[in-house]
């Protein structure tokens, strides 16, 4: 008699609230095959998970639980490391998956891995626990659009069989793993809306305006891309720019771990300004917020809620902040680079209230083929073509902001410097001078009196 085959458990990886509405959008668009049991794995992330809830304990998580058959829970099983910081040792591989198939009941099933963001931990540590199972990888944001992060592993990026991303840019292809083969697959944005709604209807939002101006905090000083006071100066410009285009209520949404004190100057300057502002200090998505309050505009600088705003629930928006970030993302490789440059591309500037000039599809797909060329050319070589056919045809006073010089440079790619000065990025006492400037720099800064 043939023994009947052992039973498959999908475990699903999830850091955020959005990515957990994300995988019970692909569960409820049935894109998972049947399995005997979905655990849902939690990792709480957070620099300091002890004093930080988790997903699981944000508004509205009991609506998505109902999905899966079990929560557990990264953090606890791997105490006290942290799930972004520890990844097995290879000689302990095999100790720990029977550690984990008892610990979490799983027996002899198949295991099926969904996870998210599989070039860094928690998800690449996990990939190596069950180093037989088959992992999909799911994109909760706009760095689906971008090449991958890091150089992965050939035994983990060949185990991977799609990758499921909510279609934020419709026609524009996701870079992600793509050096692999690995093919996309969209997850339904009505399906996707529905999943938010429910977070909506289990939410309760603090008192504030409807149809106002919606302000969207992201706290990039503790990323150390901007320093504090250039975010506080940001948020600023975010309110001032709202109340040029005749906005009088408006809502800032602080990231929840960004310091109390920046919405004290905030509140200063709506009062000059004459405005009414209301700070909602809530741990909803914000996205929870776009279906509740219906913003009359939805602002930041380049968080992914600005493009689900425009794409899925058509709200108004306007970005603020893109240009200086495109100049201080280091290196040019930083993943922040492609959401940035998404946002920059698409949505019209704070203060010029006219569209950004119209960029179709083809003409979109080619400039990510260049930017996912230039921060990853080991990964993607057979872009190059296609990156020197747009530098060489579209480089101008627009598209220049996407691309470093001396990246071009190095490169040898269209647009670079002029060759009698080539030399200058790789002389060693022009660096050595250059890095002598930037310590003086960064020593006076701090030395500078902090005007308020």
């Not at 793509?178 to 603090?206: M, R």
């Not at 530098?391 to 470093?404: C, N």
Request: proline share 10%.
């Amino acid at each position: 008699m043939t023994p009947r085959p052992a039973p498959t458990t999908q475990i699903f990886l999830a850091s955020t609230l959005y990515g957990a509405a994300t995988l019970a959008a692909a569960l409820d668009a049935g894109l998972f095959a049947p399995a005997g049991r979905r655990l849902l794995l939690i990792a709480n992330n957070a620099a300091v998970p002890e004093t930080t809830p988790g997903p699981d304990r944000a508004p509205g998580f009991e609506r998505l639980r109902t999905r899966f058959d079990g929560v557990l829970s990264w953090n606890e099983t791997i105490s006290p490391f942290h799930p972004g910081g520890w990844a097995p040792r290879p000689d302990d591989v095999p100790l720990w998956e029977r550690h984990l198939r008892l610990l979490w009941g799983l027996g002899d099933d198949r295991v099926a891995l969904i996870v998210e963001s599989i070039q860094v931990n928690p998800a690449q540590a996990i990939a190596q626990l069950f180093p037989d199972a088959p992992l999909e990888v799911y994109a909760d944001g706009l760095m689906s659009y971008g090449p991958t992060r890091n150089k992965l592993d050939p035994l983990i990026g060949t185990r991977i069989h799609r990758l499921l991303h909510l279609d934020l840019v419709p026609g524009l292809r996701p870079l992600l793993l793509t050096e692999f083969g690995v093919p996309a697959e969209i997850i339904p944005g009505e399906v996707f809306t529905k999943v938010l709604a429910e977070l909506s209807d289990a939410t309760e939002l603090p008192p504030a305006p409807e149809e106002s101006a919606l302000l969207l905090g992201q706290y990039l000083a503790a990323l150390e891309i901007l320093t504090p006071g250039e975010e506080e100066e940001l948020h600023l410009r975010m309110l001032r720019g709202a109340v040029a285009r005749g906005h009088r209520r408006v809502v800032f949404k602080p990231h929840p771990t960004a310091p109390a004190h920046w919405s004290g100057r905030l509140e200063q300057e709506a009062r000059r300004l004459g405005a009414e502002l209301t700070v909602l200090h809530t741990s909803a998505l914000a996205e929870v917020v776009f279906q509740r309050l219906r913003p009359a505009l939805v602002t930041g600088c380049f968080s992914t809620a600005l493009i689900t705003a425009q794409s899925l629930y058509a709200l108004p928006t306007a970005r603020t902040g893109t240009g200086l970030l495109l100049e201080r993302l280091t290196p040019y490789q930083n993943s922040n680079r492609v959401p940035v440059t998404l946002v920059d591309a698409l949505l019209p500037d704070l203060a010029d209230p006219a569209p950004p000039p119209a960029t179709s599809s083809e003409e979109l797909n080619s400039l990510f083929q260049a930017v996912g060329y230039a921060m990853q050319p080991q990964l993607h070589p057979g872009l190059r073509p296609a990156a020197e056919r747009y530098l060489a045809g579209h480089l101008d006073a627009r598209t220049r902001r996407y691309f470093k010089r001396r990246r071009l440079t190095a490169l040898g790619l269209p647009g670079a410097l002029p060759s009698q000065l080539a030399f200058l990025p790789r002389n060693p006492a022009v660096r050595r001078m250059a890095r002598r400037a930037r310590a003086l720099r960064r020593r006076l800064t701090r030395k500078a009196p902090v005007t308020r």
